[in-house]
């Protein structure tokens, strides 16, 4: 796994890679887990995943990217 972090005039932006190719899917969070995806799609102005070269997945989020109006 390996996290990426960029920070601009825009924002702030934060991606993890891993071997995984197995993209993120909402999930019902319970005691065990599964808050993840909800909490980013919460909290973040924008978010995806996306195929990675190695065969893995990036999964990213911003913060910060949102424009008044």
Not at 32 to 52: F, N, P, Q, T
Request: cysteine-free; hydrophobic content about 45%.
């Amino acid at each position: 796994m390996r996290v990426e972090v960029a920070l601009s005039g825009a924002g702030l932006r934060v991606a993890v890679i891993d071997n995984s190719p197995v993209q993120p899917a909402m999930a019902v969070p319970g005691p065990l887990g599964g808050h993840g995806m909800v909490l980013i799609a919460a909290l973040a102005d924008r978010w995806g995943s996306e195929e990675h070269d190695d065969g893995g997945k990036r999964v990213w989020f911003e913060l910060g990217t949102r424009r008044p109006g």
